[in-house]
């Protein structure tokens, strides 16, 4: 069965750093697109990054720009998550999604594969 399983959240103080690891297993995920998504309570999914097969090209939102890196290990079938600076705004579940294809998809709708979230809290 083809899953994601997130892991490294936590609690950190305001400029601080955490590493979010996605974990895929099931299949070989080297061909598929990567997007980290997070969503805050009672707020939608916003994507804040994503990377393309083969990692050759990478995105954020403008929010995280400069503080947070996306990165993948296709040989440990992994994608990472580098977040520095974290303020209370950082502050929601993460979510790590997979999609086919030749780019990301900026909707939830365009993933084919879904992790369970981490919850990633910053305090001030």
């Known amino acids: 069965q083809d899953q994601l399983v997130e892991s490294g959240g936590g609690l950190v103080q305001a400029g601080g750093s955490l590493r979010l690891s996605c974990a895929a297993s099931g299949q070989t995920f080297s061909n598929y697109n990567w997007g980290w998504s997070r969503q805050a309570p009672g707020k939608d999914h916003v994507f804040v990054a994503h990377i393309t097969r083969g990692g050759s090209t990478t995105d954020y939102a403008d929010s995280v720009k400069g503080r947070f890196t996306i990165s993948r290990d296709d040989t440990k079938n992994t994608v990472h998550l580098q977040m520095n600076k974290l303020t209370p705004g950082d502050a929601a579940v993460y979510y790590c999604?997979?999609?086919?294809?030749?780019?990301?998809?900026?909707?939830?709708?365009?993933?084919?594969?879904w992790g369970q979230g981490t919850q990633v809290t910053v305090s001030s």
């Open positions: 999604a997979a999609r086919r294809g030749f780019s990301w998809s900026v909707i939830p709708q365009g993933y084919d594969y």
